[in-house]
């Protein structure tokens, strides 16, 4: 049982490129979080999804990025027109069905973003 | 959401039983005392959770107080692989917290061999 997937692992833009980063929950899960972790600070959570829909992403910078979580593949966390205070790790997560505080995440080995 | 208040760091010997404490002392009784555990350069881990009673799993053992206000996580055997920051949060699945865990600063701990 594959756990939750993340690709790529390592991705290098230039400012004002895009990046797109994918993560594939485990089977199973339809909840699917982002966090996102920046040099020497914390997880900080940015967007939380299921199934095509935006479930809460106040965690989400008001410009530039976006996320889905399509009926068919991965979720994508898209970041527009980068910016060197875009690199960090990007951390998925995904959860079984349910409301419950013992939800229990899985979390993906993360992508790190660089930005020249 | 309720907030938990755990050491900065923390040392421990190699084969020592390490003790990790944690406050929370406005948790509510709806309340998840989770703790997860990030090792260097890789994501967060599930470690354990509880709402009232001890809990023992393959990893370590979580303690919680009567009260419910603290809770330590025990692990029984130090190894070289358990250094990592340590991070205890509560979960409550009502109102908009849902699943979502909001970390904190952790406790990094580190293990000497």
């Known amino acids: 049982n594959a756990g939750v997937m993340q690709n790529p692992r390592h991705l290098v833009r230039r400012r004002g490129q895009e990046a797109r980063l994918r993560c594939s929950p485990m089977?199973?899960?339809?909840?699917v979080y982002w966090y996102r972790q920046l040099p020497e600070e914390g997880l900080k959570f940015m967007v939380y999804?299921?199934?095509?829909?935006?479930?809460?992403e106040s965690g989400m910078p008001k410009e530039r990025f976006s996320a889905e979580f399509p009926k068919e593949g991965p979720s994508i966390l898209r970041i527009q027109q980068v910016v060197r205070g875009d690199s960090a790790a990007y951390f998925c997560?995904?959860?079984?069905?349910?409301?419950?505080?013992?939800?229990?995440?899985?979390f993906g080995a993360g992508s790190r973003l660089t930005v020249l | 959401d309720a907030k938990t208040t755990q050491p900065n760091s923390m040392e421990s010997n190699e084969e020592e039983p390490v003790h990790l404490p944690c406050n929370h002392s406005?948790?509510?009784?709806?309340?998840?005392i989770h703790w997860y555990r990030q090792l260097p350069s890789q994501g967060p881990e599930y470690v354990i959770h509880?709402?009232?009673s001890n809990v023992n799993n393959r990893m370590a053992s979580l303690a919680i107080a009567e009260d419910r206000k603290s809770s330590t996580l025990i692990l029984h055997r130090a190894t070289l692989r358990d250094a990592a920051v340590y991070y205890c949060?509560?979960?409550?699945?009502?109102?908009?917290?849902?699943?979502?865990?909001?970390f904190g600063q952790g406790t990094i701990l580190t293990v000497h061999p």
């Open positions: 509880g709402l009232t």
């Open positions: 406005t948790i509510s009784g709806t309340d998840y």
């Open positions: 089977k199973g899960h339809s909840h």
């Open positions: 999804l299921q199934k095509e829909n935006i479930i809460d």
């Open positions: 997560a995904s959860s079984p069905p349910g409301r419950s505080g013992a939800n229990v995440l899985t």
């Open positions: 949060i509560l979960l409550n699945a009502g109102g908009t917290s849902y699943g979502k865990l909001t």
